[in-house]
């Protein structure tokens, strides 16, 4: 197998300690006992419709056109976007442009640790994160090239797949590329008759593997807040159309709550460069009239004119 020199790997025999803890034999009851209480409330203190907080930050590759770091609870994404490429291989012209969307999970984001080598699981997201954010981009604009968008998750606490969307939503602006509307995600696990939003690592595995219930399962849907389109849903598990129905309308609900926030970074990061253009124009101006040589041409200027 091929080395990955790009990334320090740790020896290929190791373990993680979660093997080695008390919960590493427990059974569904006891796992489940451990996350929700007998009503069925988590026991983290946190209401069925209630998210964890966000950090989002722009700009935090140097080497890429644009990036942004998001943090949701303990689940911690990185995304970069480079400039458009023209398309490799492509014999035939192609009158949209193409997104190429690579997703990682890094060797320590996970209990188990990830091979260097992209695997089936992370194929998978990147399509889910590429047919996402297809409706977004103008693809229009650059014909026959190709935007590189690479996504890098540190640490997977659970909603891995809509905080790497929402977080490339904010990388495509940072990078200037032109969109039609911004577009969040959010993720909701199903279990029995409830809903809980945002679900943890712990959560979102007692709502997939179901138990004897009949309603389990996971949902994401990534959503362009002005336009009202949903872009994208993935959804696993056994869930009947009622509670489906009731999922996307939670899902709705919890993007319309991201949208500002998402909005509001970007306000914020418009208004600090027009900060920064206006301190430029002060300082060109500020040593123009220093610079005596340019005093004494304005005045021969205006002696020569009299």
Same mark, same amino acid.
């Given at each position: ?152 998750? /540190? *640490? ?7 905080? #790497? +969307? @929402?977080? $490339?939503? =904010?990388?495509?602006? !940072?990078? &200037? ?30 709502? /997939? *593997? ?7 399962? #996971? +949902? @994401?849907? $990534?959503? =362009?807040?002005?336009? !009202?389109? &949903? ?50 124009? !002060? ?24």
């Amino acid at each position: 197998m091929p080395i990955d020199q790009k990334r320090i790997n740790g020896p290929d025999g190791s373990l993680p300690y979660q093997l080695f803890t008390a919960s590493r034999d427990k059974s569904f009851e006891e796992r489940l006992e451990n996350v929700f209480d007998s009503t069925g409330a988590r026991k983290c203190g946190r209401k069925d419709t209630e998210s964890r907080k966000y950090f989002m930050k722009l700009g935090v590759v140097s080497t890429a056109k644009g990036s942004a770091y998001l943090e949701l609870g303990n689940t911690k994404v990185i995304v970069s976007v480079f400039d458009p490429r023209e398309i490799p291989k492509q014999n035939k012209f192609r009158e949209l442009g193409e997104l190429y969307c690579d997703f990682k999970l890094s060797p320590f984001a996970c209990v188990h640790r990830k091979n260097p080598q992209t695997d089936a699981e992370e194929r998978s997201l990147a399509a889910a994160m590429a047919k996402a954010l297809q409706p977004v981009v103008c693809r229009h604009l650059f014909p026959n090239f190709q935007i590189d968008i690479f996504a890098n998750v /540190l *640490e997977d606490d659970g909603s891995v797949l809509s905080a #790497v +969307i @929402t977080a $490339a939503g =904010l990388a495509l602006c !940072d990078a &200037t590329i032109s969109m039609f509307d911004i577009v969040t995600a959010t993720t909701v696990a199903v279990f029995k008759d409830r809903i809980y939003t945002d679900p943890t690592l712990a959560e979102e595995k007692i709502c /997939l *593997e179901g138990g004897r219930t009949g309603n389990h399962g #996971v +949902i @994401t849907l $990534a959503k =362009l807040h002005t336009l !009202d389109q &949903t872009s994208e849903i993935r959804q696993a598990g056994n869930i009947t159309l009622e509670a489906m129905k009731a999922a996307c309308q939670r899902l709705n609900e919890a993007n319309s709550e991201v949208a500002p926030v998402v909005q509001q970074l970007l306000v914020g990061k418009v208004q600090k460069h027009i900060r920064e253009i206006d301190l430029d124009e !002060d300082d060109e101006q500020n040593s123009d009239d220093d610079d005596p040589d340019t005093s004494a041409m304005s005045q021969l200027s205006g002696n020569a004119g009299s």
